[in-house]
Each structure stands twice: as structure tokens, then as C-alpha cells.
């Protein structure tokens, strides 16, 4: 364990579409017992919008928070499967993902609607995690530096007030889900390039998460790197004992 990390270490779970009311109760007892013990280390899952009542009821009073996968611009109307930011204040969310790299591709979310996203769930006074990484086409056109300059762009605008409000997460779209996780090394390239624009705007204590295949097993690799805060986890936050290995990390 590092103890000499500037900024406070973050875990974040998410659990994409996956979980049900009775897998969740022992998921959710599971970390909330297990993350008990890890003052060094925030701990929070961002569960499908229909579980957020019982992420409330049962990790209410713990060290473990919550949070929403997406969020809708908009604050109510007529937006048939859309979910608000009020929506998630009201089950008491800490947390939303705005931009993970399945909703820019499976429901062609743009940088800009990623932006106001965000700054709709700063707004309601929700901390947004924004989703950034380049796709392994990009990747092996060595467009990486440009692709996070781009997604970054709209966000950056939103100015320091907002962004030094927020958390981003750098997920490679070639390591999720996909058990090829950047090599540590690889990982902190780019997390440095985003630790240069958030410094150049004057925000440098923003935490930047790593995703992609993060498991028990390569956590501290990645944690060992100088510009990589926590870690954004998906399959492995769906196994209490790996992803509480995580955190332990
Ligand atoms: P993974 O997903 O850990 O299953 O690769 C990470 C994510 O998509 O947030």
C-alpha cells in the first residue's frame, strides 16, 4: 500500500446490468463489512437504477456509498426511460457515471452530452464519474493522446469550479470486460496526460481512476503508479472476496 499518495484513493464498482434483489442483499452485506476496515481507501457501487433503494437501505450509515450508472439531462418531462438527477438525490446517491464507453457506443452519447451530464449532476449536487478511453482501433493508430484531448474537451470547458467537483476515469475500451488490462506502465501514459490538462486548468487534486480488467491480481501494479488514484472495477465487483481484494490494494 502506498501511504505517501497525494490524493485519497477511490474504488468505485460497477455492476452494469447485473445483480438481483436477493444476489444483491449478499453482495452488498459482503462489502459493506468487508470495506469497513479500509479507512485508506473510499469504497462505492454504482448498481442498476431499480437497486438503488436497497444499496440505500443497506448500506446506509456505513463507510460505503452509491450511485447511478447514467443520468438524464434533462430534470423531468416527458423522456420515456430516462432517469433524473432529483431521481438519484432521491435515493441519497453520492455518485453517477456519465459517458462509460457502453453508452457512447450502444447509445451514441457525444462528448458534449457527456459534459452536460456531468454538469447536470454537479448541479443536483451529485459527484460525476467521468468515462473516458480510446478504442483499440484508435489505439493502434497511436490516436490514444488525441481521442482523450477530444472526449476531455467539452468537460474541461465546463471550467475549474466543476471540474475540481468531479472524478474521471480512464477505461481503455480494449481492457473492459475483456481480461487484457493496460500494463501498469501503459496505464499511467495516459493517466499522466490527463493529470497535465487537469493540471493546466489548476485541479490537480481531481482523482483519476483506472478501468479495464482490474482484479485482485493487478490491482497494486496499477495503484503503484503515481497518477492512478482507485480503480473503476466492472465483472470483478460482482465477486465480493475480488473486489474487496481490490480495495484492499
Ligand atoms: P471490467 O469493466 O472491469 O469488467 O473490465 C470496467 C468498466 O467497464 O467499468
Redesign the pocket.
Known amino acids: 500500500m502506498n501511504t505517501t499518495h497525494a490524493r485519497q484513493r477511490l474504488v468505485i464498482g ?1 455492476w ?1 446490468m447485473n445483480g438481483s434483489l436477493a444476489a444483491n442483499a449478499a453482495l452488498l452485506q459482503a462489502v459493506r463489512a468487508g470495506s469497513e476496515a479500509q479507512a485508506g481507501c473510499q469504497v462505492a457501487v454504482c448498481v442498476p437504477f431499480p437497486y438503488l433503494a436497497q444499496a440505500q437501505a443497506q448500506l446506509s450509515g456505513g463507510t460505503v456509498s452509491w450511485g447511478a450508472q447514467d443520468v438524464s439531462v434533462h430534470a423531468s418531462g416527458a423522456y420515456t426511460g430516462e432517469v433524473s438527477a432529483g431521481m438519484l438525490n432521491d435515493f441519497a446517491c453520492r455518485w453517477v457515471l456519465v459517458g ?3 453508452r457512447r457506443s450502444y447509445h451514441a452519447e457525444t462528448d458534449e452530452q457527456v459534459a452536460l451530464k456531468a454538469a447536470v449532476a454537479l448541479q443536483a449536487g451529485l459527484t460525476p464519474v467521468v ?1 473516458i478511453g480510446e478504442t483499440l482501433q484508435q489505439q493502434e493508430a497511436g490516436e490514444t493522446a488525441q481521442v482523450i484531448s477530444r472526449q476531455l474537451g467539452p468537460v474541461l470547458a465546463l471550467g475549474a469550479q466543476s471540474v475540481s467537483r468531479m472524478v474521471i ?1 480512464y ?1 481503455p475500451v480494449w ?4 481480461g487484457r488490462t493496460a500494463t501498469p506502465e501503459q496505464a499511467q501514459a495516459v493517466h499522466a496526460l490527463v493529470r497535465q490538462a487537469l493540471e493546466a486548468l489548476g485541479v490537480g487534486q481531481v482523482q483519476v481512476l483506472y ?4 482484479k485482485a491480481s493487478n490491482a497494486a501494479s496499477l495503484f503503484a503508479m503515481p497518477d492512478i488514484d482507485g480503480a ?6 460482482l465477486v465480493a472476496d475480488e473486489f474487496l481484494g481490490i480495495v484492499a490494494a
Open positions: 460497477n452494469k462509460h464507453s457502453e468515462c476515469a477505461e481492457a473492459i470486460g475483456t478501468g479495464g480488467s482490474v473503476l472495477v466492472g465483472g470483478a465487483a
